[in-house]
């Protein structure tokens, strides 16, 4: 083979083992929240200059492709070294946060979660998810293959360190005030916790058990007596009780404590089919740059666009899974599985509460809502699916399937 013939085949060989429908969607997702992100804050009368916005937006996305880039040619066996060292750095960024959280952010919102850095200010429980979806499958990994058949013995020693690799960063989350936060976390245990091999005589009665606590939680936060029960336990604050209400009735108090989230409905509805057309609104949202950023789409692009942008959300999780039946060793598809559980469970979070089936919990939507922490960390998390791709698509692979 001459040598342009060698430079082709390698670039076959490389290019073979880059999963783009991933990355065309990120793109797409990419363009919708610009464009979103600038309807938003056009409007938007306590963003009166709204260069700045876009372009801190714009410095995070360049950040998350190079972050992508780079995470994607490493090999899996350097992730696996030096995933212990990861969640490490994690617990001390978590650590050290409950002493150096940012005063006017903690003001703001009620939780100790960001730095602050000059004008840009940072979330470390973002980059945290993407570390402890790590550790969690490396664990699972390790525990697996010195346990090559699952006793009841085993699996429940499977459970206690899985546990104990959680509760610290459970326990430091909630010490910052960060409830939505930590329900990402719960849905990452909840995805690898399924799927890392456990008998289903231990899985199923757990799965209840747990279904049942949320099922007696949820009971209690939609009665009266039950919500003075779990302020008075210190499990919510007054003021999540007070989005509790406002979801259970968007409209009983739609000057008040309701007002967002029935604004956000009205912007939503009067988008219809086809929306009103791009950079058209007429319903002001609250903070709608960030946790409402769907209602942007809804008002602009009606049910058509809403659906479009699910439809990429589906299309990405499904991307991914395949991911999953690619790669050779189960901590790869545990890694797999956190990334979808982690994508999943913001999507259905963000866009059930802007549609009114959930409460706002402050969970943004991956890659388009504002906010550099959030995308940077969706941004890390891909680039780890494509890093097990790369590396698990030999060149033999490559051009075996050519010939």
Known sequence: MDRIGRKKAQRLRFEGRIDFGIILIVLLLMLIGTASLYVALSHDPA?????????????????????????????????KKATPYLYGFGLFLLTILLKFYDRAQEARWGSKSWFSFGPFSFQPSELVKIFYLMMLAYVVAVHNRSH???????????????????????????????????????????????VSGIRWQITVPLV???????????????????????IDAGIFKPYQIAR???????????????????????????GQIFGKGFNVSHVYVPVRESDMIFTVIGEN?????????????????YRILRVCFQVKDQYSVLICVGVVM???????ENIGANIGLL??????????????????????????????RFDSRRPFEIMSQMI
Request: charged share 5%; aromatic share 12%; glycine share 10%.
């Open 244 to 270: 509790i209400d406002a979801w259970l009735d968007p409209f009983h108090d739609p000057s008040g404590k309701s007002f967002q989230l029935a604004q956000g409905l009205l912007a939503i509805g009067s």
């Open 47 to 79: 963003h009166p200059s709204i260069k700045v916005d876009l372009i801190k937006q714009g410095i995070w996305y360049m950040l998350g492709i190079m972050g992508v880039f780079v995470i994607m040619q490493c090999p899996v066996r350097f992730l």
């Open 301 to 317: 692009f009606g049910f058509i666009g809403g659906v479009f942008v699910i439809l990429l959300y589906f299309f990405l999780i």
């Open 148 to 194: 090559r058949v699952h006793t009841t013995h085993s699996d429940f020693q499977l459970i206690g360190k899985m546990l104990l690799v959680t509760f610290p960063v459970i326990l430091l989350i909630l010490l910052q005030k960060d409830f939505g936060t930590m329900l990402v976390f719960l849905a990452i245990f909840a995805g690898i916790f399924i």
């Open 359 to 388: 409460p706002l919990t402050g969970i943004p939507l991956p890659f388009i809502s504002q906010g550099g922490s959030a995308l940077l960390s969706n941004m890390l998390a891909i680039g780890l699916v494509l890093a097990l």
């Open 342 to 348: 982690t994508i999943l469970f913001h999507v259905i």
């Open 208 to 230: 209840v058990l747990a279904t049942a606590l949320v099922g007696f939680v949820g009971y209690l936060m939609v009665t009266p007596s039950g919500q003075a029960t779990l």
